[in-house]
């Protein structure tokens, strides 16, 4: 099993920049794939953007394209989100996963606990 916690959530005012990390302890090998979600008041969660363990490709959701950077720290098993220029929308509760590809789509297998952040206007 792997074991996921977020850290780095807070409270930033619009334009304001915030750094999140996930660290990740246990069987971190039998998942190469990880990913940050978001899940606003009164929505569902959804995908923020993901990297791969080994190469550290990124893909990003439309919607923070420009704004989030995912990155990865193999040595310490850990992974950030630095966001940017960030919106009151982008308040939410977000959560780190790890997964691995299954055919066409995406397995995700252990989440965080969730750190909350808060963009004021």
């Known amino acids: 099993q792997v074991q996921l916690v977020e850290s780095g959530g807070g409270l930033v005012q619009a334009g304001g920049s915030l750094r999140l990390s996930c660290a990740a302890s246990?069987?971190?090998?039998?998942?190469?794939?990880m990913a940050w979600f978001r899940q606003a008041p009164g929505k569902e969660r959804e995908f923020v953007g993901r990297i791969s363990w080994i190469g550290g490709s990124t893909y990003y959701a439309d919607s923070v394209k420009g704004r989030f950077t995912i990155s990865r720290d193999n040595a310490n098993n850990t992974m950030y989100l630095q966001m940017n220029s960030l919106k009151p929308d982008y308040t939410a509760v977000y959560y780190c996963?790890?997964?691995?590809?299954?055919?066409?789509?995406?397995?995700?297998?252990?989440w965080g606990q969730g750190t909350q952040v808060t963009v004021s206007s």
């Open positions: 246990g069987r971190t090998s039998m998942n190469n794939i």
């Open positions: 996963a790890a997964g691995r590809p299954v055919l066409s789509r995406y397995e995700w297998n252990a």
